[in-house]
Nanobody, 116 residues
Framework: QVTLVESGGGLVEPGGSLRLSCAAS????????VSWHRQAPGKQRELVARLSLTGGTSNYADFVKGRFTISRDNAKNTVELQMNSLKSEDTAVYYC?????????WGQGTQVTVSS
């Protein structure tokens, strides 16, 4: 059974940092294109960052460029999202996604709240 499980969310003050992790089971994360998405209340889910299959190319939404970094840990079979300089508008549920051989997998999401 293929699953993705996110962790690392929580409450943080503006300007703070969080590191999200997405643990994959049932498939090898190094053989998938992976990405992080988020959905704020009342808004559509949006792409935050994507990492290519080889890991050589990463793409970021303009609103997180320079603040967030996506990475893959093949040894742990995880995808990470380092989030720095967090803003209140970053508050959302964050989801990881993996695409392998045309099959799409989503995690259940982890809540990130940025508030003082």
């Amino acid at each position: 059974q293929v699953t993705l499980v996110e962790s690392g969310g929580g409450l943080v003050e503006p300007g703070g940092s969080l590191r999200l992790s997405c643990a994959a089971s049932g498939f090898t994360i190094s053989q998938a294109t992976v990405s992080w998405h988020r959905q704020a209340p009342g808004k559509q889910r949006e792409l935050v960052a994507r990492l290519s299959l080889t890991g050589g190319t990463s793409n970021y939404a303009d609103f997180v460029k320079g603040r967030f970094t996506i990475s893959r840990d093949n040894a742990k079979n995880t995808v990470e999202l380092q989030m720095n300089s967090l803003k209140s508008e970053d508050t959302a549920v964050y989801y990881c996604k993996a695409v392998q051989l045309g099959l799409v997998y989503w995690g259940q999401g982890t809540q990130v709240t940025v508030s003082s």
